[in-house]
C-alpha cells in the first residue's frame, strides 16, 4: 500500500500507520526501514527515517492530527501477551480515535484468531 501510495503521488505519502501497542509500531518501523531504504534509492535515508517517524506509531502518537489515510494495525503485543480486543474497545475508545485520523481511507491489517 506505501508502495503504491509512494508510485503515485512520486513521493513519501500523507499515510498514518497506527497500531495499539508500541512494540507492534516499532515492529513496523523497523521493516519499513528495511524495505523503503532498497525501494526509495531516489530518497536519502534520513528523509525516510523521519516519513518513518513522523507516519507510524500508537493511537496516542496521532491523537488531534489527520492524514489522507491510515493503516490501522489491530494487532496483539505477543511480548506482553496483551489481546487486542480486550483493550481495543475500553474507554477511551481508542479504536474511535485510530478511526477519526483518518480523511479518506482507511486499511485494518488483523489476525482475526487474536479477536475471539
Known sequence: MIKKAIGQQNELPNIYIISL????????????RKT?????????????DNW????CGTIHTFQGKQANEVILLLECDKIKGVNVAQCAGKKPNILNVAMTRCCN???????????R
Open 21 to 32: 501497542f508500541k512494540t507492534v509500531a516499532n515492529t513496523m518501523k523497523n521493516m519499513l
Open 105 to 115: 481511507n482507511t486499511s485494518k491489517i488483523w489476525n482475526c484468531n487474536n479477536w
Open 52 to 55: 518513518i517517524e513522523k507516519s
Open 36 to 48: 523503503l531504504y532498497d525501494y526509495l534509492q531516489i530518497f536519502n535515508k534520513k528523509d525516510i
